[in-house]
């Protein structure tokens, strides 16, 4: 039988491959910068990455949370534990709106023209600054 922090620590690396998973689909689809159709899709993949980061942190830190796709509301119950994270991420907010609001016609933001490759690189940031937080602890 597993010990608590093991069973912990396995289900924060299941959040982590399945982020890993969503960032791997955002910059394979980057990659084909011939079809602007896929900015959107790219987005979301960045924020569904973003937000599993964020949530494998909770886990860890046995930080209980709503299910939401808000990033900001998530940082801020990152900020209970470690308020400098939560001020490094502040930036990824901008990634919320394409969880849900982005995935039909005529809702959410328009990803700009050539604006994917910032946000592969944002959805980046979030995880090698949300490992070496955990690595730090």
Known sequence: MKRPDEER???????LRK??????????????????R???????????ATEKYLKAFLVWHKVEFPKTHDLERLRH?????????SELLRIADVLT?????????GDGPEVPIG??????????????TVAAALDSN
Do not use: K
């Open 77 to 85: 119950l990152v900020s209970s534990v470690n308020r400098e994270l």
């Open 38 to 48: 896929l900015s959107e899709v790219i987005a979301f993949h960045c924020q569904q």
């Open 115 to 128: 604006g994917e490759s910032e946000l592969v690189e944002l959805a980046r940031f979030v995880r090698t």
């Open 97 to 105: 709106p394409f969880g849900v609001d982005g995935r039909y016609p």
């Open 9 to 15: 620590l396995a289900f924060v690396d299941q959040w």
């Open 19 to 36: 982020a890993d998973a969503d960032l791997i689909a955002a910059e394979r689809l980057q990659s084909d910068d011939d079809d602007a």
